[in-house]
């Protein structure tokens, strides 16, 4: 089956050591999209890439940066987690046609301690 | 600027019950499309139905259905039949047909009680 994969599901790192979530897809979608989601709120677009062409949100922090080496696979590098990263980030992806709705993957819960 | 409210954070229904998640969204678009996500806890945001503006039929998916009313820039998501599985958070989102993001709704958490 088509699908969205994140690894890990759990991460646990350390206050200031870098971290790096990983997504990849099967669907052959053109974007892809990386959330972070606190308990209970909606997921908040750090930013998503359409094919190579990457965009960031503005109030997405400097310590957020991504990856996207092919179509298949985006990486999320999180330079210096503090304690308010501790968050599940979801990775998403989207085709171009149709009715652009997003797909998701089942989401990696960062712990930072 | 493009807005989704959901006005109840919180529902309960009873199994077997209907229950109806309320939605309305602020554009000055004609063309949209918008959608219901539901994310049980701790598991993965699946979408559960979608409907786009132009079409004036309601969509529904199994026992799920939704009233769209455009004039009035409503989406309600009505659950038949439910079932302790229904139990999660239900998210609506728009998204304005060309542009690649969704604008997402703040949520209500379902309870369904055996």
């Known amino acids: 089956d088509a699908m969205v994969i994140q690894n890990p599901r759990y991460q646990v790192t350390q206050f200031g050591k870098p971290v790096t979530l990983s997504c990849s897809q099967t669907l052959n979608h053109n974007v892809m999209y990386w959330y972070q989601q606190k308990s209970s709120q909606a997921p908040k677009l750090l930013f998503h890439?359409?094919?190579?062409?990457?965009?960031n949100e503005a109030d997405t922090p400097d310590n957020f940066q991504s990856r996207r080496p092919n179509t298949s696979f985006c990486f999320l590098d999180i330079r210096s987690p503090g304690l308010g990263d501790a968050a599940m980030y979801l990775c998403?992806?989207?085709?171009?046609?149709?009715?652009?709705?997003?797909?998701f993957g089942p989401g990696t819960r960062l712990t930072v301690t | 600027a493009q807005t989704v409210t959901q006005s109840q954070p919180e529902m309960s229904v009873q199994e077997a019950e209907t229950v109806t998640l309320s939605c309305t969204y602020d554009?000055?678009?004609?063309?949209?499309?918008l959608f219901w996500y539901k994310q049980p806890p701790s598991r993965q945001m699946i979408l559960v139905i979608r409907q786009e503006a132009y079409k004036q039929q309601n969509a529904t998916e199994n026992r799920f259905s939704v009233n769209f009313q455009k004039a009035a820039k409503s989406f309600s998501l009505k659950i038949s039949d439910s079932q302790l599985g229904d139990a999660a958070m239900y998210f609506c989102?728009?998204?304005?047909?060309?542009?690649?993001?969704?604008?997402w709704g703040l949520g209500t958490s379902l309870a369904v009680n055996p």
């Open positions: 989102a728009y998204n304005a047909g060309n542009n690649r993001k969704l604008i």
């Open positions: 554009t000055s678009e004609s063309d949209y499309y």
């Open positions: 998403a992806t989207s085709g171009l046609t149709g009715t652009y709705e997003q797909y």
């Open positions: 890439y359409y094919d190579k062409d990457f965009n």
